[in-house]
Nanobody, 129 residues
Framework: QLRIVESGGGLVHTGDSLSVSCAVSGGSLDTLNIGWFRQAPGKDREGVSCIGGRDDTIYTTYYADSVQGRFTISRDNAQNTVTLLMNSLKPEDTGVYYC???????????????????WGNGTPVTVSS
């Protein structure tokens, strides 16, 4: 029932910034944990960043060590979108970026890529050196 569509990927150069967006329809974004995952050529799927559904006034976040300090995840519940702002991109950031969603009550969280309820089809990001 829930639909996830990623957008914003493309070809960029080392050091560039790029935002990828996850548009969610068919459900209330505020009730969902959202995760960004990526899969580089020849590599396993990797948890990049997650943002939790609202608990009190805080949306908890997760960042992989490899992107900490460079990437920022945010959500706009009114627009039903989650955005991953990627700064200072490196060639190793290259991959297909997937957005996943799970109800908060399911307790699914980064960095695990298992058991997320909904997945988009991905948006490719290529960082040239």
């Amino acid at each position: 029932q829930l639909r996830i569509v990623e957008s914003g990927g493309g070809l960029v150069h080392t050091g560039d910034s790029l935002s990828v967006s996850c548009a969610v329809s068919g459900g209330s974004l505020d009730t969902l944990n959202i995760g960004w995952f990526r899969q580089a050529p020849g590599k396993d799927r990797e948890g990049v960043s997650c943002i939790g559904g609202r608990d009190d006034t805080i949306y908890t976040t997760y960042y992989a060590d490899s992107v900490q300090g460079r990437f920022t995840i945010s959500r706009d519940n009114a627009q039903n979108t989650v955005t991953l702002l990627m700064n200072s991109l490196k060639p190793e950031d290259t991959g297909v970026y997937y957005c996943a969603a799970a109800p908060v009550a399911h307790g699914i969280w980064c960095p695990s890529s298992y058991a997320w309820d909904y997945w988009g089809n991905g948006t490719p990001v290529t960082v040239s050196s």
